[in-house]
């Protein structure tokens, strides 16, 4: 069920998410309390077309920011409070805001779209999502990306996962709890 304005928790990462007329937020009921779905439309289009939305400047409760970014094909880096590059996709976002709280946000990745954050010329952060070649697809394709606040950050991104497979495949997502001795890529391959 979308809600009609930006809950608070989101507004105090991103202020200025109420200016964007077609954005529509989720608030999931799994995996976890505080996990969102932010969903951009993405309109028809050939493959390699890209959209874009500005999220604007990050909210002053943002005291810490992690960028994990893609710096060559698949290698993955993370900056500590450095500003968004123009030309490479972040994919996940760790933020710690000031009154203790955490918050991770996932682009996601799918057969119709890939996903990713960018830095824009006057700073601030933008979704792109860059259109593959399942987007023939009839009906509204949505870009999406998966949000999780909370106050432990193994928690939060063990959530932020969890809901961007809740997003992805709703009816067949499997969400458990992590316990102690289970990790979030615990029983897979990688």
Same mark, same amino acid.
Do not use: F
């Given at each position: 069920m979308f809600l009609s304005t930006v809950?608070?928790?989101?507004?105090?990462i991103f202020p200025g998410l109420d200016s964007i007329s077609d954005l529509k937020i989720n608030e999931l009921s799994a995996p976890a309390e505080?996990?969102?779905?932010l969903a951009f439309?993405?309109?028809?289009?050939?493959v390699g077309s890209v959209e874009q939305w500005d999220l604007g400047a990050l909210g002053q409760e943002?005291?810490?920011?992690?960028?994990?970014?893609?710096?060559k094909v698949y290698w993955l880096f993370p900056s500590f409070n450095l500003p968004f590059p123009t030309n490479v996709d972040t994919q996940v976002i760790l933020l710690k805001l000031k009154d203790g709280r955490v918050a991770a946000l996932l682009p996601l990745t799918t057969n119709a779209y890939m996903g990713g954050f960018r830095g824009s010329p006057n700073g601030s952060i933008v979704a792109r999502f860059e259109r593959d070649a399942a987007t023939g &697809? #009839?009906?509204?394709v949505f870009g999406q990306v998966a949000v999780a606040v909370g106050t432990d950050l193994r928690d939060v991104v063990a959530?932020?996962?969890l809901a961007a497979r809740t997003i992805d495949s709703p009816a067949s997502?499997?969400? &458990? #709890?992590l316990s102690e001795e289970k990790t979030v890529f615990s029983g897979t391959l990688t």
């Open positions: 809950p608070p928790q989101i507004a105090s505080s996990c969102y779905e439309p993405l309109p028809r289009g050939k943002v005291n810490v920011v992690i960028r994990i970014t893609r710096e &697809k #009839p009906g509204v959530k932020v996962v997502a499997a969400v &458990k #709890p």
